[in-house]
């Protein structure tokens, strides 16, 4: 059992190049697909009849170029991803994309949102795990290699909890002591 394809939020920030590495290091672990995912909320809105405002198509193609500038840089690293790297692009809140998009991966990729960053940009990835119906790994923010020679599981006997082993399962026989 294994993760052939992957989803990830691409966000062109500061942060892409740590992501990018993150996602390329788990996509080699699994010899897996990674999907790009481009998605941006057309945000703020505003009143149309404010003076100076902008539109709602004048947002809608602000969030459009900024997604194909995200484009842009994650098909310039492709050659992280030795086993494909795809594009898939919604000018929409990230969290609803990625969960439109979950049906077509095994695992999809969060990273957590700091206080400051904005829902219409970034994914959460608490809403990933509600929304997606799919595995949701979520990385951390440091730059530490995803060893983990030792994992743990703490489950109570559910449905919920027995399907949520079932997911872990590839990166539990990758573990050299399970708890």
């Known amino acids: 059992m294994s993760y052939r394809t992957l989803l990830g939020h691409i966000v062109l920030d500061d942060d892409l190049p740590r992501r990018l590495a993150a996602m390329a290091e ?13 998605a941006r909320a057309p945000w ?27 484009e842009r840089a994650f098909l310039s690293q ?41 829902l219409s940009t970034h994914a959460d990835p608490a809403g990933l795990v509600m929304e997606t119906g799919a595995p949701v790994l979520v990385m951390a923010k440091s730059d530490a290699p995803l060893a983990g020679e030792t994992r743990v599981a703490a489950v109570k006997n559910t449905r919920e909890a027995r399907r949520a082993i079932t997911a872990a399962l590839p990166f ?7 708890i």
């Open 26 to 38: 788990v996509a080699r672990m699994f010899e897996a697909e990674m999907i790009g995912l481009g």
């Open 44 to 70: 703020p809105f505003s009143d149309e009849h404010e003076p100076g405002g902008p539109s709602f198509q004048q947002l809608v193609r602000d969030a459009r170029a900024e997604i194909a500038r995200s």
């Open 78 to 118: 492709a050659a992280l991803f030795p086993h494909g790297a795809r594009w898939e692009a919604d000018a929409s809140y990230p969290d609803r994309a990625m969960a439109r998009a979950a049906a077509s991966a095994d695992l999809v990729l969060a990273f957590r949102c700091g206080a400051t960053e904005d």
């Open 172 to 178: 539990l026989i990758r573990a050299e002591r399970v």
